[in-house]
Every structure is written in structure tokens, then in C-alpha cells.
């Protein structure tokens, strides 16, 4: 080779500078995530071992009817309660068991998530208490139906959507999400948490239930978009309608600190829901609000993108952490991310992994001292309950995150 050669000279700077680019590029996808997620989730599977092993009394039983709900920052053992209409956070357990299976194959944990799964049945068969029977049945059933395609578990749960739909009131244009505060609210209550039930409704309707589900989801997500939200796109825990004329009254909070407040939990599920809304409906008009709920949450995160329980608690930054709302809003930016090709998504993508990167640091990481995966959520603030303890929905929406980002890293479909 003649190195003299002009053109030779050009091709070796050429080689240079694309090895360069090559070695610089690869350096940044490596450092997209320093989070090692087959290590997370094998964290989670010891951890749901350790549970399985706590659950069963000296004779090694189970009572598949006892669902573990928190455990207090004081404490290492979980408080269970029994699966009920209205003890909200039943389906989060089986739905851990499942993503659990998803990672492992282990057959005995999805025997565990199969005998978990079968103690929420009833729901199928029981009136409406409220809306929570979609993160009660879908967390559960639907995991459940995503991995095995029993046909039971199907049935379970479009006889359940058809439950939730019974708290819908055309006259308002969205479901009552508790029948029983109509009168301490002073009208048809709907709350944010709701916008997550809408995924059983938009599931069922396309899996052959009713297509009237999917239209009173979409007829709730356009009336707590035009309602429930500030003009800045903070929105309320609670927003109350006239039951007769749907005629908007007022917004209210319940777990937030103030009327005003952006409750970061209340935030999460707007984010995750406006997420799913559209892409249950490709329509643009609910990915451009979800970047527009996600845009005010972010800003003002701390450091560590885990928020304080409250964006407007006084006391920051001597307030609890609510680490649940961390992994619901990284669970959702995965999939936000996917739908916006470019920069935004890009950085919902990294704001995720941010998230996920922090929430599995030793600062939350519940590790040896209690079977939980996380510690620092917060349940009820203005209730005094479950403040800065570890919260079954908080792990539920962690293995999610992480499960999602495990496909995404190896090129699949995050909803497979
Ligand atoms: N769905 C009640 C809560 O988020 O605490």
C-alpha cells in the first residue's frame, strides 16, 4: 500500500473516524442503562420466594385468600388482607406471581399464581363495589390470560368488564368510581385512579365482549381529559358531577395534600392511562395529552426522579417519598416512548430508565431486610396510612417496568 497515495491517506482517516463514531456510539447505548434488569428481576424472584415461604403457616398451607398489602416501615413481615370487593390492591400479588413465571418459567410459581388468581373469581359474579375491578381482575386475570390463554380466565374477565360497566351513567358521560361517597362528594364522583380500569373495558371489547366497552372508555377518558386537569395539566384526585345533568361541579382531592395539588400518585395514573388510551384508539388527541400530563411531572422531579408524595407538600424536602408513583410512570413511559419516534421519546425512554435505576439502588431497594422488592411509598397521606412503607402496587408496577424494559431491550413488543 502507498501510504503517499492521497486517496489511500483519505480512505485510512475515513476507517479512523468511523471506528471512532463506532467506539463513541457504543459507549452511549451502553450507557443508556447501567441498570442490570436480568439481575433486577432475579432480585424479584428471591424476593417473591422469601413471600411464598412467609406466607405458609407450619403445616406449609397457604391461605389463598389472604393477599399481601404493605409493610410498615417499622415491621419486615407483610400485612395481609383478604381478596374483597373492596380491598382494592388484591389483584396485585397474582399479577406479580405471573410477571414472576414470565421471567422464571418456574412451574411452581405458576402453580402460586394460578391458586392466587382463582381466590379473585368471585369478582366475576359480584355487583360493582367500585371501580377498582380492573386493577383487581386485569393485574390478575389478565396477566394470567396474556401467558396461558385459558379460556376461563378470559371468561372471568369479560364478565367482569360487564361489571365495571355497570357504573357507567350516560347522563354524566363517565363510570362512578365510588358509589358509596356520592353524597360525601355531593355528586358522581370520578377518581384518576379510575383511567387504569379502562384497559379491561378496551380489552374486553376487542376480545369479545361488547364494542359499547370501548366506547364508554373512550366517553370517560374525553370527560376527565376535559375536567379532571388544570389548565397547566395537574389534575385532581377526584372531580364531582351533577348526577343528573353531568354537569361538572368541582374538583376535589382526597390522598393529595390540596385541591390544587399535583398528587404524584393521581399524576401517575393519568400518565399510564392516557398512555393506554391511546393505544387502545391511535388517536393523536390522547398521545399529545399524555406527553402534556408526563411533561408536568417530570419538571419538577427530584433528583433521584422519585417524587415526593405531593408536588405541593409543604415540607419538602423533609416529605415522604411515594416510590408506587415511580414505577407506574416508568412502566408507562416504556410504552410512551414507543409511540414517539424521535427525541421525546427518546428522553421518556431515558427518564424511565432513570427511574428504574434509582428505584433499584440501596436507597429502595427493600433487599435483605423485608420480602418486599421496594421500600418509600406513600398509601394515604391525609389518612396517616401506609406512609413511607412498602406497598404491593409499588412492586407490582416495578416488576412491570423492568419486565418491559427487559423486552424492549432484546427488540420486542413491550405488550407481548
Ligand atoms: N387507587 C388508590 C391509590 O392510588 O391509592
Redesign the pocket.
Known amino acids: 500500500m502507498n501510504f503517499n497515495d492521497m486517496k489511500t491517506k483519505g480512505l485510512i482517516l475515513l476507517a479512523v473516524c468511523c471506528l471512532t463514531g463506532l467506539f463513541f456510539a457504543c459507549r452511549t447505548s451502553r450507557q443508556t442503562t447501567t441498570i442490570n434488569v436480568n439481575k433486577a428481576l432475579a432480585y424479584c424472584d428471591t424476593q417473591v420466594s422469601r413471600t411464598l415461604s412467609e406466607l405458609r403457616d407450619s403445616d406449609g398451607m397457604i391461605d389463598y385468600s389472604m393477599m399481601p398489602r404493605n409493610i410498615m416501615d417499622s415491621l419486615d413481615t407483610w400485612h395481609c388482607r383478604k381478596a374483597a370487593a373492596d380491598e ?1 390492591c388484591g389483584g396485585f400479588w397474582p399479577g406479580i406471581l405471573w410477571y414472576t413465571y414470565e421471567y422464571t418459567q418456574d412451574p411452581s410459581v405458576r402453580v402460586e399464581a394460578e391458586r392466587f388468581t382463582d381466590a379473585l373469581h368471585f369478582l366475576s359474579s359480584t355487583p360493582a363495589y367500585d371501580h ?1 375491578l380492573g ?1 383487581l381482575v386485569f393485574c390478575s386475570y389478565g396477566n394470567g390470560y396474556r401467558l396461558t390463554r385459558n379460556p376461563e380466565y378470559k371468561q372471568v374477565i369479560l364478565d367482569t368488564a360487564d361489571t365495571l360497566a355497570t357504573l357507567y351513567r350516560p347522563q354524566v358521560g363517565a363510570l362512578l368510581s365510588w358509589p358509596r361517597h356520592i353524597e360525601d362528594y355531593g355528586g358522581h364522583n370520578v ?1 384518576m ?1 379510575n383511567m387504569i380500569n379502562l384497559e379491561m373495558l378496551f380489552w374486553a371489547a376487542k376480545n369479545g365482549g361488547n364494542p359499547y366497552l370501548a366506547d364508554i372508555a373512550v366517553a370517560h377518558a374525553d370527560k376527565t381529559m376535559d375536567y379532571h386537569f388544570q389548565p397547566n395539566y395537574m389534575c385532581a384526585h377526584v372531580a364531582v358531577y351533577d348526577t343528573l345533568t353531568g354537569d361538572f361541579i368541582k374538583r376535589v382531592t382526597h ?1 393529595g395534600y390540596s385541591d390544587e395539588s399535583m398528587w404524584a ?2 399524576q401517575a ?1 393519568a400518565i399510564y392511562g392516557y398512555t393506554v388510551v391511546y393505544r387502545e384508539t391511535k388517536d393523536n388527541k390522547y398521545l399529545d395529552f399524555a406527553q402534556k400530563v408526563t411533561d408536568v411531572y417530570l419538571k419538577d422531579l427530584p433528583r433521584d426522579y422519585v417524587p415526593y408524595w405531593d408536588f405541593q407538600a409543604p415540607f419538602i424536602p423533609n416529605e415522604p417519598r411515594d416510590a ?1 408513583a415511580a414505577c407506574v410512570v416508568a412502566s408507562a413511559l416504556l410504552e410512551l416512548s414507543t409511540y414517539l419516534p424521535g427525541e421525546k421519546g427518546k428522553g421518556y425512554k431515558k427518564a424511565a430508565i432513570k427511574m428504574i435505576e434509582n428505584l433499584s439502588s440501596d436507597e429502595y431497594l427493600s433487599g435483605k431486610s423485608k420480602p418486599s422488592f421496594l421500600l418509600h411509598s406513600t ?2 397521606w391525609p389518612n396517616g396510612s401506609e406512609i413511607d412503607a412498602s406497598i404491593i ?1 409499588a412492586d407490582y408496577y416495578y416488576i412491570e417496568a423492568l419486565t418491559r424494559l427487559k423486552k424492549l431491550e432484546e427488540g420486542k413488543s413491550l405488550l407481548i
Open positions: 382494592w377498582d386493577f377518581i385512579d390522598q400518585r393521581g395514573w408506587s398509601g394515604h402496587y
